[in-house]
């Protein structure tokens, strides 16, 4: 279990029972530019996962709900 802020206690394998974790939901209208500078922010470290990010960005575009700005 990870502990968010909003969401409470989530279960995401890997990661310590305490450890704070901050969400970003498809549905936010915000998530994908906030994505797309944790890219840059990585790429900037020279961190791989910058690589990798852009599967996920994807991921979110094609989301076919609806977004809203995040409350």
């Known amino acids: ?12 394998p890997k ?3 305490d450890e704070p974790v901050f969400i970003l939901r498809a549905q936010d209208k915000l998530a994908v530019p906030a994505i ?3 890219k840059a922010l ?3 470290h020279g ?3 910058a690589e990798t990010i852009e599967k996920e960005v ?3 575009r094609r989301w076919a709900g609806s977004k809203k700005i995040p409350d």
């Not at 279990?1 to 995401?12: F, L, P, Q, R, T």
């Open 1 to 12: 279990m990870a502990v968010s802020g909003k969401y409470g206690k989530v279960s995401i």
């Open 15 to 17: 990661l310590g029972e």
């Open 36 to 38: 797309e500078m944790y």
């Open 42 to 44: 990585a790429a900037s």
């Open 47 to 49: 961190s791989a996962v």
């Open 58 to 60: 994807e991921g979110f």
